[in-house]
């Protein structure tokens, strides 16, 4: 695998400052940029002027700190292209619900969103604000939004809070958000030549031509991982159910509807692949016949006669050979031991056992409530994972598979 330097030396950054009362940490946070070799410029929101000195940040970063949308300098120069032109990663920290709202909303009234609407370049964003607001469902929903579009989130920290509450709001460590911008502007390209195939989103069995058998999943969690492989520089298949979300960007994206379909999509790509990650949540059962017209509704009692759809991660374990094969488990009772049959039956080297019965995870939430099993390991108890983070620690894990495979 590659082992290739994280720096930040010479990476232009654009730290934008909005009206958090945790704007006086983006002074730290600035120099702790440009001590790791970074050249930084700050753009500010009004507010943020209110809190810390747009002086402060000229002063240490060496540029004038602006928030005008009309430039002072006797140079001509439209502001918001200059600073689009000079970053490689723009950085809101803090962030406030407000700059989200606008930015999700593509608002560009101020010179930092319009900055940020401008920029063809990673997006990170550090939220702070007091919990209740951040866990207003329309914060939340604007997050998702930006989170599809691909911008990156660093969630705040849980703790004491301006107002003297204790709660999720706060801005996320220094530490944490200097490692996070090191990572994005250096990915490691540890997947580099691997050609990943992985199954998102549910599948849908017709019964007429307006009702179907299907279940909530809506793809987010395969969709993350062909995201976080993607940063890794694998070579990425995604074979996806119905789903809202749009296509992680640079896959090769293939759409299908049933179970059958997604096998015969799968299957068409397997031989190719070196990794298989089954992350679709596969209806198991299909009506035996399909009705050619909406069946009317009659009063009368409906039976609909159900066969079961292939399994397509068991039919993977039989042509497995030498590839790294990757399940899912959705339980709702005796987690850990379903998981293992199913790990045992299908021939896999990892499983992710998801307890869905858990109330707040599961199909449709940014988190589940699951072990990794490793083939060969006593599983773990069961504990709440963001789904990043997941995708993360599967990707970790599917590097050291293929390691051991190819020392």
């Known amino acids: 695998m590659p082992t290739e330097e994280r ?25 702790l ?52 032109d000079f970053a490689e990663l723009v950085l809101v920290a803090p962030a406030t619900a407000n700059i989200i709202g606008k930015i999700a909303s593509g608002i560009a009234d101020d010179l930092l969103t319009t900055t940020v609407m401008s920029v063809n370049c990673p997006v990170v964003l550090a939220p702070a604000m007091h919990s209740q607001m951040w866990e207003n469902p329309i914060v939340q929903q604007n997050l998702s939004k930006l989170r599809e579009h691909g911008f990156h989130i660093i969630e705040p920290e849980e703790g004491e809070l301006a107002s003297g509450g204790v709660g999720k709001g706060r801005l996320a460590s220094l530490e944490k958000i200097l490692d996070y911008v090191t990572e ?12 990943l195939l992985v199954t998102a989103g549910p599948t849908r069995e017709y019964i007429d031509p307006v009702r179907f ?20 520089g694998a070579d990425v298949t995604v074979v996806s159910g119905p789903t809202h979300l749009a296509p992680p960007k640079g ?31 596969v209806s198991d059962f299909k009506p035996e016949v399909r009705v050619g017209e909406k069946i009317k509704k009659t009063g009368k009692e409906l039976a609909i006669r159900l066969l079961p759809t292939p399994d397509i991660l068991e039919e993977l374990g039989k042509r497995k050979g030498g590839k790294v094969l990757v ?81």
């Open 7 to 31: 720096t930040l030396k010479d990476k232009r950054i654009v730290l934008g400052v909005s009206g958090s009362i945790a704007a006086y940490k983006a002074v730290e946070l600035l120099r």
């Open 33 to 84: 940029l440009q001590k790791g070799g970074a050249k930084v410029r700050v753009v500010m929101t009004k507010s943020a002027t209110r809190l810390v000195s747009p002086l402060t940040f000229s002063t240490l970063s060496r540029y004038p700190a602006v928030y005008s949308m009309f430039s002072h300098s006797p140079k001509f120069e439209i502001e918001h292209i200059s600073l689009s």
């Open 184 to 195: 994005v502007l250096n990915p490691l390209l540890s997947l580099r030549g691997v050609k």
């Open 213 to 232: 058998i299907s279940n909530p999943s809506t793809g987010l969690m395969g969709f993350t991982i062909a995201e976080e492989a993607l940063k890794r």
């Open 251 to 281: 896959c090769k994206f293939i759409k299908v509807s049933s179970a059958e379909e997604m096998l015969s999509a799968v299957l068409e790509h397997f031989e190719d692949a070196d990794c298989v990650i089954a992350a679709a949540a």
């Open 327 to 407: 399940g899912f488990a959705a339980e709702t009772e005796n987690l850990l031991e379903n998981a293992l049959k199913k790990m045992e039956k299908k021939n896999l080297d990892l499983i992710i056992a998801n307890l869905i019965s858990q109330e707040g995870y599961g199909f449709g939430s940014e988190e589940l409530f699951a072990s990794m099993i490793r083939r060969g390991e006593s599983p773990l108890p069961p504990k709440p994972f963001p789904k990043r983070e997941l995708a993360k620690l599967i990707l970790a894990e599917l590097e050291r598979l293929l390691k051991k495979d190819n020392p």
